[in-house]
């Protein structure tokens, strides 16, 4: 039995289903009846089970041969580090108590770190306890900025490539991971074709029918255009540590080996525009 958290995000959703499609007993954990609902009607057992509750979490974890886990970044939370740690606590005390086998969990990189990668240090404390690179689904962050003619970049430059995966090929390697664990603990770099952010902009021009003009934010804007935005000034500060870390190169990927996959930006574009997921 395969057990998948995060099962109404982009990549746990992707790893249930492919999962079911081959055929594999899958149990995922939802906050929602409408969405256990939603998921018992294609194949899958669910359970309400939210990962702040190690009692709840360890009894759905019962009987599992694998666990798919990961750390949401809530955008709600007053104190992030303390948010990370208690997530943390309650996942490592519900994988101990179940004795759960094998555990596939979604990072990113610069998780090494333990310090210097804002929401990312949440991640580093869940892999002591127990990586990708960018996703191409960052893209509808800054949809409606697009649809008024602007594409916002927090970085130095626009024209440096970097790989981007489509949450839909990752929740796939996550998938193969529980259905074929590996012989030791890995950290896996899952990267995807490279794009620079202007070439993102021109592929989403294109889709939206209109051209983007590329907006530099300069560094010590960042988290001022971030709370402008509408972000709590705690929250803003974090994510524009994380872009500090990108441009410092602390995000490289540094894992055990890489899986390379192929969906391009434009496919994954066209289905945010659409509204559906991939």
Sequence with gaps: MHVIAG????????????????GDPVRVL????????????????????????????????????????????????????AHAGALTASIAQAVAAARVPHVVMLSS??????????????????????RSGHFQEKVGDILDAARAGAYPVFAASADVPHPMAATAD????????????????????????????????GILGAALGRDLEVVMIPEDGWAGTLVESGLPPHIAAALAELSRADERGLLAPRGDRTVAVTTGVERTIAGLLAGVPE
């Excluded at 333990?114 to 127990?130: D, F, M, S």
């Excluded at 664990?181 to 770099?189: L, T």
């Design 170 to 201: 990752i929740g796939a390697v996550a998938a193969a991971a529980l259905r074929t664990p590996p012989a030791r603990s890995e950290a896996v770099d899952v990267l995807g074709p490279a794009y620079s952010e202007r070439e993102v902009a």
């Design 30 to 81: 939802v906050r929602r009846d409408a969405d256990a609902a939603a998921w018992r009607e294609r194949g899958a057992e669910a359970r309400i089970a939210p990962l702040d509750d190690p009692i709840a979490l360890g009894r759905a974890l019962e009987g599992a041969d694998g666990f798919f886990v990961l750390l949401p970044f809530d955008l709600t939370a007053a104190d992030l580090d």
């Design 7 to 22: 099962a109404t995000g982009r990549v746990g959703s992707a790893a249930a289903r492919t999962l079911l499609a081959a």
């Design 109 to 130: 990189g610069g998780a090494d770190l333990p310090t210097g990668t804002g929401p990312i240090t949440g991640l580093h404390r869940l892999e002591q306890a127990l």
